[in-house]
């Protein structure tokens, strides 16, 4: 099993849709969660932090099963500026090393 | 709002050439870290520095990487005989003391290309 793995993607999606990201991980000792989002030969930026409890930050919702080792990113009524790569990323245990999914690339069409 | 800075932006070397990458990190950031992006794979990490000192490092990171913090704002990888695969986007990151990894800020990326 990957250590982190992203569906393939890519989604193409209109303007105004819901989408849907999902991640597992290997490692059942990562701490930390995070979805990063990064543009075309750009550095990642951090999305947001994932937690057990779920949480939302306007258009986007994560969602974290430990259980499952499974993490999502729903985003809804997508814009054009969401287009971009979306990464799935995790600690590895109880330490600061960050371990990637390849990516699953969204393109928001008009 | 605070920055990482890195330089060159790109960098093209000749394979077998010593190259340095330099980053300078977020001012009373504590750790740092080196990741590399090989175009249209994963990001990787190489290795984490902290008190002077590696933390961690990768298989990737094997002797012909070094990394320094030379004085008190700069943080440095130097690949000592670049091959062809080590053309990659180098991204620097730094972290502060207490911020858990969600506080690393990553900076723009270093493009090498080994010819």
């Known amino acids: 099993r990957k250590e982190v793995e992203q569906d393939p993607g890519p989604f193409n999606v209109p303007e105004g849709a819901t989408v849907a990201f999902n991640c597992t991980y290997s490692n059942s000792a990562s701490q930390s969660f995070f979805w990063y989002r990064q543009d075309c030969r750009k550095e990642p930026k951090l999305l947001m932090s994932v937690y057990s409890s779920g949480n939302e930050d306007g258009r986007f919702t994560a969602q974290l099963n430990r259980a499952s080792q499974y993490i999502s990113l729903l985003i809804r009524d997508s814009k054009l500026s969401d287009s971009a790569t979306y990464l799935c990323v995790v600690n590895a245990g109880n330490n600061r090393k960050l371990i990637w999914g390849l990516g699953t690339s969204l393109a928001v069409n008009p | 709002e605070p920055e990482v800075t890195q330089t060159p932006s790109h960098q093209v070397t000749q394979m077998g050439q010593e190259v340095i990458l330099r980053c300078v990190p977020i001012?009373?950031?504590?750790?740092f870290y080196w990741y590399r992006q090989i175009l249209g794979q994963k990001v990787e990490f190489l290795v984490s520095?902290?008190?002077?000192?590696?933390?961690?490092k990768s298989e990737i990171f094997d002797d012909q990487f070094s990394v320094e913090r030379p004085d008190g704002s700069n943080f440095t990888l130097k690949i000592r005989s670049t091959k062809l695969e080590d053309s990659a986007m180098y991204f620097c990151a730094s972290s502060g003391q207490g911020e858990g990894v969600s506080g690393y800020t990553f900076g723009s990326g270093t493009r090498l290309t080994v010819v």
């Open positions: 001012s009373n950031h504590l750790y």
């Open positions: 520095f902290y008190n002077n000192e590696i933390s961690e």
